[in-house]
């Protein structure tokens, strides 16, 4: 376990690179407008479907 942990700590150091600022803050907006976007199209999803079973249970029990 000592040894998998002295790896990774060396795998952080030498082989990873971290995005500049600019590159991260890009990212982001782009995860954010997708977030939205996605939150906005589950949204209506359940609201369609929220709809339908209502209409559905209202012609069963009348």
């Known amino acids: 376990m000592l040894t998998y ?3 990774s700590v060396e795998e952080l150091r030498n082989n990873i690179t971290l995005p500049s600022r600019s590159e991260s803050s890009n990212l982001m907006v782009i ?3 997708f977030s939205i976007l ?4 589950t949204w209506g999803v359940d609201t369609v479907f929220s709809n339908v079973i209502k209409v559905y249970f209202d012609y069963v029990l009348n």
């Open 38 to 41: 996605f939150a906005l199209a």
């Open 5 to 7: 942990i002295k790896e």
């Open 31 to 33: 995860v954010a407008v």
